[in-house]
C-alpha cells in the first residue's frame, strides 16, 4: 500500500504540472487574442538614401501593380464592348420595321433565349471584382508608405531650404535652387502643401505666392484624377482667399472667391465666417533679425570677408606635431576659430561611419531640463559612450584632438555623431549650457568643440557663425575647432553663436567632441576675475 505522504506529494505535484498547463494555454490564447501590429525598424527618409531607394522600388512596384489593373480593367470593358456588339447588330436590322423582325421564328427564339438568360450572365460578370490581386498587393505595401509624419517632416525640410535660401515659387517649380539647376519640378499638389504649411505658421504673404502658383498649375484635364486624390481648385482659392482676409485685403479675397462659380455664390458668406474665425499661426519661437542673418549667410550668393588671417603648419601645440605638424587655416583670432584639413584618412572615415551608423536615432537638442526631440535640430544622433571607446579609430582620434588643441580630454564624456539629410539642419545655438547642464558641476561647461567632417555636402550643410561672418562648408576630412570660452576668464563667449544651415542635396555626417573647462585646470588655467554672464540663447 503507497504511503500516504508520499500519495500527497504526488498529488500536489500532479496539480502544481496542471496549473501550470493551465497557465501556459492561458497565456497563449492572450498573446494570439492582441491585435497584430506592424513594427518597422526606425526609418528615416529624409536622411537615410537607402530607406529612399526602398520607397523609390515600392513606387514602381505600385505603379506596375496600377499597369495590371489597368489591363485587367481593359480586358473586362473588351469582352463587354463585345456583348455590346454582339446584341446590337440584331436590333440595328430591326429598328424601323419592328414587327416584320418579330414575325420570324429565329428572331422570337433568339430574343427570349437572350432576355432570359444573357442578362443575368452580364449582370454576374459585371459584379464580379476585377484586380482582387492588386487591390491586396496595394493594401499589403501600404503598411511600409510613410506615416503623415513622414509627409509633414519632408514639407517642413522643402519649407527650410525655400526660407533659408529664398526659393521663389517659380524657381522651385523648374528645379533651381540657390543658383544650382535640379532636374526636376514640383506639381499644383505640392505647392499646395507648401503654401498650407506657411498658412499655418501665419507667414500668409509667402503663402498667397505658393497658393497662386498652384492654381495657375491646375490643369483641368486631370480634374478627374485631381477628385481621386481629394484635391480641388476650390481647396486652393479658399485657402487664398483667407491669406487676403489676415492680410487685411478683402477685396482680393473677394475677386478670389468669384473666380469659381461654386464659391461665387457663397462668397459674402465665406468671407464672414474667414473675418469672424481668424487664424491663429502656430507659434515657432524664432528671433527674426538674428534668424535673417543666418539665412543670407548660407546662400551661395555670400562669400566670408577676406582677411589677413592665413594658413600654416602647427608643430608647436604637442611635442608630437614636432615630427608631423598638422594643415591649420586661421578663421577668425576673436573668437578663436581654426580649421585642420586632411586629419583623417578614408579609411578612418569609412571606419567611423560604418561603426556608428547602427547606433543612430533620431537627435535630441538639451532645452534647459533635459535632452529631448525638437525641431530646432532635424538629424539622425548617436551618442559613442565610453565603453566603444575600445574602438582602436577613436583612440587614434582623441589623440589627434589633443595634438590639434593641446587640452585634455575626459574618456568618461562621449562623442557625438550627426547625419543631417534632406533639409537637415540645426536652429542658431551655443555650445556651453550656461550652468544649466547637471553634469556642469563635475565637469565644468564646453569650454571648446570640435566637428570632424565625415563627407562632402554637395550642396548646402554649412556651418556658419553669425557674429565673426563665417561660412565654414562641409568638406570630408576638414575639422573645425573653437572656443565657447574666453581665454583668460572663461566667460561665455557668446560671438560662438553658430547653426548648421539646411542640407539641399546628398547629406552631411559630421563626429563633434565637446571639451570640458575643469579637465584645462592646470592647462588654461583662468589669470583673472572674469565676469561670468549667462545669455538666453538656445
Request: proline content about 5%; aromatic content about 10%; glycine content about 4%.
Amino acid at each position: 500500500m503507497q504511503n500516504p505522504r508520499a500519495w500527497a506529494e504526488q498529488y500536489l505535484n500532479q496539480v502544481k504540472m496542471i496549473l501550470c498547463l493551465i497557465l501556459l494555454i492561458l497565456a497563449s490564447a492572450a498573446a494570439q487574442s492582441q491585435p497584430k501590429r506592424n513594427f518597422h525598424p526606425l526609418r528615416d527618409f529624409l536622411t537615410s538614401k537607402e530607406d529612399r531607394m526602398e520607397l523609390l522600388l515600392l513606387d514602381r512596384k505600385l505603379i506596375s501593380n496600377l499597369m495590371e489593373y489597368i489591363e485587367e480593367l481593359q480586358n473586362k470593358i473588351k469582352v463587354l464592348q463585345r456583348f455590346a456588339e454582339m446584341i446590337r447588330t440584331p436590333l440595328e436590322e430591326a429598328k424601323g420595321r419592328e414587327e416584320e423582325y418579330l414575325s420570324n421564328p429565329l428572331h422570337i427564339f433568339r430574343l427570349i433565349r437572350h432576355m432570359h438568360e444573357d442578362w443575368r450572365h452580364v449582370e454576374k460578370f459585371m459584379r464580379r471584382r476585377v484586380g482582387k490581386n492588386q487591390i491586396n498587393f496595394i493594401k499589403e505595401k501600404a503598411r511600409g508608405f510613410p506615416s503623415k509624419e513622414d509627409a509633414d517632416d519632408a514639407t517642413e525640410a522643402i519649407y527650410r531650404i525655400i526660407l533659408t535660401y529664398d526659393v521663389p515659387p517659380k524657381d522651385l517649380v523648374q528645379g533651381l535652387i540657390d543658383g544650382v539647376q535640379y532636374n526636376g519640378s514640383i506639381s499644383a499638389i505640392d505647392c499646395f502643401s507648401i503654401g498650407n504649411l506657411l498658412f499655418q505658421y501665419g507667414e500668409y504673404s509667402a503663402a498667397v505666392a505658393w497658393l497662386s502658383y498652384s492654381f495657375d498649375l491646375v490643369e483641368p484635364e486631370y480634374n478627374t484624377v485631381y477628385e481621386v486624390l481629394k484635391f480641388n481648385s476650390s481647396e486652393v482659392l479658399s485657402l487664398l482667399a483667407r491669406c487676403f482676409v489676415q492680410l487685411d485685403r478683402e477685396e482680393d479675397a473677394r475677386t478670389t472667391l468669384m473666380a469659381l462659380p461654386n464659391l461665387a455664390k457663397r462668397s459674402e458668406d465665406l468671407l464672414g465666417l474667414y473675418k469672424r474665425k481668424r487664424h491663429v499661426k502656430v507659434s515657432r519661437d524664432l528671433q527674426p533679425a538674428l534668424y535673417e542673418e543666418f539665412n543670407q549667410m548660407c546662400r551661395s550668393s555670400h562669400q566670408n570677408k577676406p582677411s589677413r588671417l592665413h594658413c600654416r603648419y602647427n608643430a608647436t601645440t604637442t611635442p608630437f606635431l614636432r615630427l608631423a605638424p598638422l594643415q591649420m587655416e586661421e578663421l577668425s583670432l576673436d573668437p578663436y576659430i581654426v580649421v585642420y584639413h586632411n586629419v583623417l584618412s578614408e579609411e578612418e572615415i569609412a571606419k567611423v561611419e560604418r561603426d556608428a551608423e547602427p547606433l543612430l536615432e533620431p537627435s535630441e537638442v538639451y532645452d534647459g531640463k533635459s535632452f529631448t526631440s525638437s525641431k530646432k535640430r532635424t538629424a539622425l544622433g548617436a551618442w559613442i559612450p565610453e565603453e566603444h571607446y575600445h574602438w582602436p579609430v577613436l583612440n587614434r582620434i582623441n589623440i589627434r584632438i589633443h595634438d590639434m588643441t593641446g587640452l585634455k580630454l575626459n574618456r568618461k564624456l562621449p562623442m557625438q555623431m550627426i547625419k543631417y539629410g534632406f533639409g537637415g539642419h540645426y536652429d542658431i545655438h551655443d555650445d556651453y549650457f550656461n550652468d544649466s547642464f547637471p553634469t556642469i558641476k563635475y565637469y565644468g561647461d564646453s569650454m571648446a568643440t570640435v566637428l570632424f567632417y565625415l563627407n562632402d555636402a554637395r550642396h548646402g550643410g554649412s556651418t556658419v557663425f553669425t557674429s565673426p561672418q563665417l561660412k565654414v562648408p562641409s568638406e570630408r576630412g576638414k575639422v573645425l575647432f573653437w572656443y565657447n570660452m574666453r581665454g583668460e576668464t572663461h566667460d561665455l563667449d557668446e560671438q560662438t553663436l553658430h547653426g548648421a544651415c539646411p542640407v539641399i542635396y546628398g547629406t552631411k555626417t559630421i563626429l563633434s567632441r565637446w571639451i570640458h573647462e575643469f579637465d584645462q585646470m592646470f592647462i588654461q588655467p583662468t589669470y583673472r576675475r572674469g565676469n561670468r554672464k549667462f545669455f538666453l540663447h538656445e
